[in-house]
């Protein structure tokens, strides 16, 4: 079975940085994007960043010129280095990855994290 497993959320002042990382493991064929969303208390679930296996990126218009997603594709691995992190960004933020299964070639399914906690202080 395929799993997807983040880590690296905390309690973090604001101004001050993170990094999330997320692995991908299992019985995976290929990976064609892997991302961030998060949920704050109140607020629908979120694109954060997205990137391709081919290296193109998509990020929220909040989170521009502060957030970096970047990915080791030998690895199945994906990050999120946040940095200038403000009280707004507190959510749960959870991986997600488009994976084809070996085991099922003919179809591609979402996967989600378990979600890590991000609290930004003010």
């Known amino acids: 079975q395929v799993q997807v497993v983040e880590s690296g959320g905390g309690l973090v002042q604001a101004g001050g940085s993170l990094r999330l990382s997320c692995a991908a493991s299992g019985s995976i064929f290929s990976i064609f994007a892997m991302g961030w969303f998060r949920q704050a208390p109140g607020k629908q679930r979120e694109l954060v960043a997205d990137?391709?296996?081919?290296?193109?990126?998509n990020y929220a218009d909040s989170v521009k010129g502060r957030f970096t997603i970047s990915r080791d594709n030998a690895k199945n691995t994906v990050s999120l280095q946040m940095n200038s992190l403000k009280p707004e960004d507190t959510a749960v933020y959870y991986c997600?990855?488009?994976?084809?299964?070996?085991?099922?070639?003919?179809?591609?399914?979402?996967?989600w994290g378990q979600g890590t906690q991000v609290t930004v202080s003010s």
């Open positions: 990137i391709t296996s081919g290296g193109s990126t």
């Open positions: 997600h990855a488009i994976i084809t299964d070996r085991s099922r070639l003919y179809s591609t399914n979402d996967y």
